[in-house]
């Protein structure tokens, strides 16, 4: 007789949080550590009840010291822990920047194996939610252009709590973006138990024939909204969520664009030095014979995240992202 796997329902920062506790019950060797996640269950409540049922010894409430709360992780993880810090913003990652990619990164080479970071830095990131400056940020690239660092961003509850587990279980630094724009924006049935989502594999989220679309955390929704749409235009776009950016799932890539010779990429950061550039360039290298029209990007654009007013006007939408695949197929 089969078993049935219970499910909760659940929206994406109850999975994250749900993930933390799984896996913390799962190893002891697992804690988290940042500004306010104890007492306060953190700025998004993404650690809530957390310190209750596992004490302050494995969730440490820390200074407000970016750059100290990574070092003190790498230095946790150095010797045999598995340290998950959380950083209230991406935007204020930066005073850990040195942290992350002169140290985290490099200390498997640096110390020829003898040690490893088996860390997660955890970040909401992206804008939407009408935060002041430094709150909205989308500087996943910082991070994906530095070899040693994988660099993780869901798009939906279940890929939440199980990539989640996965990178808390690799071997290696891993920085872990959640799209707050969507922390509680919609539900999906997850597993009570623990499991895991592979990292480096992206996910088919719409099959089509006609023009590939490349995209991933808080943008996934509207971009399958609009190849939803585009069906009563007779344009048929698949959609793949990337989900990892470091490492990228080249083969997906590859395997998408010779189907339909045709790609639009989908980010919220900045078009220049952004990832649709990498994504770009692979295709470039591996599949340039089946290309039929040029790579288009719809991204944010060139300046600092806009205040209030224009936010909307910033972040790519459904219909932004509409006349883009259109401009792609009718090239």
Do not use: C
Request: glycine fraction near 10%.
């Amino acid at each position: 007789m089969s078993q049935t796997t219970q499910t909760q329902s659940l929206t994406l920062v109850q999975a994250v949080r749900d993930g933390l506790y799984g896996e913390m019950e799962r190893d002891e060797d697992v804690l988290v550590m940042g500004e306010d996640v104890g007492e306060n269950g953190g700025v998004f409540r993404a650690t809530q009840g957390l310190i209750e049922e596992f004490g302050g010894d494995r969730v440490i409430d820390t200074p407000l010291a970016e750059s100290g709360i990574v070092g003190t992780a790498i230095g946790m993880a150095a010797y045999g822990l598995r340290p998950v810090a959380e950083i209230q913003f991406l935007g204020f990652m930066y005073p850990a920047f040195d942290q992350m990619v002169s140290h985290a990164a490099r200390l498997r080479t640096r110390s020829r194996g003898a040690y490893t970071a088996p860390m997660v830095v955890r970040a909401p990131y992206g804008g939407g939610i009408r935060a002041p400056e430094h709150h909205s940020e989308s500087t996943e690239a910082f991070f994906a252009h530095q070899p040693g660092l994988k660099v993780v961003i869901p798009s939906t509850p279940h890929d939440t709590k199980g990539l989640l587990a996965s990178a808390i279980r690799d071997p290696d630094p891993v920085v872990f973006l959640e799209p707050k724009l969507i922390y509680r924006a919609f539900r999906e049935d997850v597993p009570e138990d623990t499991y895991t989502v592979p990292l480096g594999e992206a996910a088919v989220r719409r099959e089509g024939s006609d023009v590939s679309v490349f995209t991933w955390g808080a943008m996934t929704r509207p971009t399958i909204e609009a190849a939803e749409e585009l069906t009563e235009e007779g344009i048929d776009a698949e959609v793949i969520d990337l989900r990892t950016l470091s490492p990228l799932d080249e083969e997906t890539i590859v395997e998408s664009f010779k189907k339909t010779g045709r790609a639009v990429v989908v980010h919220e950061a900045p078009k220049s030095g952004g990832l649709a550039g990498e994504i770009t360039t692979t295709i470039q290298e591996e599949v340039l014979l089946y290309q039929e029209a040029p790579v288009k990007r719809v991204t944010g654009f060139d300046v600092p995240f806009p205040l209030y007013a224009l936010e909307d006007y910033y972040l790519p939408e459904a219909a932004r992202i509409k006349d883009g695949i259109r401009e792609t197929v009718e090239f």
